[in-house]
């Protein structure tokens, strides 16, 4: 841009002392300050033109940075997505295989005791255990202390 600004001065300049040299002088001074002006626009194009390309290359940069923060988040996600595949792959492991015998009818008992017997069945379903073995456990009503028969 500097570059541009330097050669567009000396076109200018140039087209000024021709213009000048061809009028000989004699009512040159209302070409004289059209000539002024004309250098002064192409002046102040100039440095605009400068100005747009530092506000070009401010926003490059703040693209570039953005670009980096974003590839390094992508990387952080990448490792945290291959972290979740692997628990969901143990997790798909530890769901294929069957529960201990002890472990089936406690896991019943237990689900059917806090009441989420509906869902628990699913859950117990899937380690292989039958309907059938899942019972719901109502808690007992209390009960009164036993009165020995009267004689």
Do not use: W, Y
């Amino acid at each position: 841009m500097e570059r541009i600004r330097f050669q567009l001065d000396e076109l200018m300049a140039e087209r000024f002392s021709l213009q000048a040299e061809a009028s000989g002088g004699a009512g040159a001074e209302p070409q004289v300050e059209a000539l002024r002006s004309e250098l002064e626009q192409a002046r102040a194009l100039g440095q605009s033109s400068v100005e747009e390309a530092q506000a070009l290359r401010a926003e490059l940069e703040l693209a570039r940075t953005g670009a980096q923060r974003a590839q390094a988040e992508k990387g952080a996600m990448a490792s945290e997505l291959e972290g979740l595949r692997e628990k969901i792959a143990r997790l798909e492991s530890d769901c294929k295989q069957p529960l201990a015998p002890k472990a089936n009818g406690h896991a019943a008992a237990v689900v059917a005791k806090s009441g989420t017997a509906g869902a628990g069945r699913s859950v117990l379903e899937a380690h292989g255990i039958q309907k059938a073995m899942v019972r719901r456990i109502s808690p007992s009503p209390a009960r009164e202390p036993r009165q020995p028969p009267e004689a």
